[in-house]
């Protein structure tokens, strides 16, 4: 559906749209085929009038591991891919900030680096009881531009935000409710967020679109105030001594 690459399974139920990223053998690592698709599917939601609310998950045991580390080294190397990758990264962010419809994630498992920004860029989050966020875009020598530290001050404490983003801390599941990064707990998120489509699509169309709209000018005002700068400094940390060192490292004991 909306002719996206195998790495993300959209289906109808419905007026409900489930989004499933689509790489379990991988954890749902993100490659260029997983960021590409990411980039398109947010308007091509809106654009579907027949969409009344989207439910995004994981396959497997992971909603999202982060950066694939094969990717991670073709950006070092790549001037052509890195320059796209951004203007993709670009494309995510304001594309599910402006998504017309409600997404609801079902967080199933570790949601790591762009797993954690999509997360956090979610409209309402259920987590399972052993899941996790984490963004450690710093850890790896990366500039977070699109997620953590654009919309983290907005959810939690500054103080709270500059040590998840700065450390990299993993955020268990019960902790992230309690500091506002996820709504609930639950054993079954995948269920717990269909049940709260399936409540959204039985009330008046406009007024839940207006209202999600409302709320997330807040956000988009917030993200457009420090994107730009966010994306140029992730740019530049792709060709830094530092970040080839540790990919290099990461993918040498990959193999």
Request: proline residues 4%; hydrophobic residues 45%; contains cysteine.
């Amino acid at each position: 559906m909306y002719d996206m690459p195998s790495e993300i399974d959209v289906r109808a139920d419905g007026p409900l749209r489930i989004i499933t990223l689509n790489r379990p053998d991988d954890l749902n690592a993100v490659n260029d085929s997983l960021h590409v698709g990411l980039a398109r599917l947010w308007q091509r939601l809106t654009d579907d009038a027949s969409a009344r609310a989207a439910v995004l998950t994981g396959s497997g045991k992971a909603f999202s591991a982060g950066g694939d580390f094969a990717y991670l080294a073709e950006l070092a190397e790549d001037a052509a891919l890195r320059a796209k990758t951004i203007r993709d990264g670009r494309e995510i962010v304001l594309g599910m900030a402006r998504c017309r419809i409600p997404v609801i994630a079902a967080v199933n498992g570790p949601a790591v680096g762009l797993g954690c920004s999509l997360v956090a860029l979610s409209d309402i989050v259920y987590i399972a009881p052993d899941a996790f966020l984490a963004d450690p875009h710093v850890q790896v020598g990366l500039v977070a531009a699109d997620g953590g530290p654009l919309t983290w001050p907005l959810h939690i404490s500054l103080l709270l935000a500059k040590e998840y983003a700065l450390t990299g801390t993993r955020i268990r599941a019960q902790r992230a409710v309690e500091l506002g990064l996820a709504n609930h707990v639950a054993d079954d998120p995948f269920a717990a967020a269909v049940e709260c489509a399936q409540k959204i699509m039985e009330l008046p169309q406009q007024a839940v679109e207006s209202t999600k709209r409302v709320l997330n000018i807040h956000l988009e005002r917030a993200v457009l105030a420090s994107l730009d700068y966010a994306l140029s400094a992730e740019h530049q940390s792709f060709v830094t001594e530092d970040f080839r060192a540790i990919v290099s490292k990461l993918n040498a004991g990959k193999n």
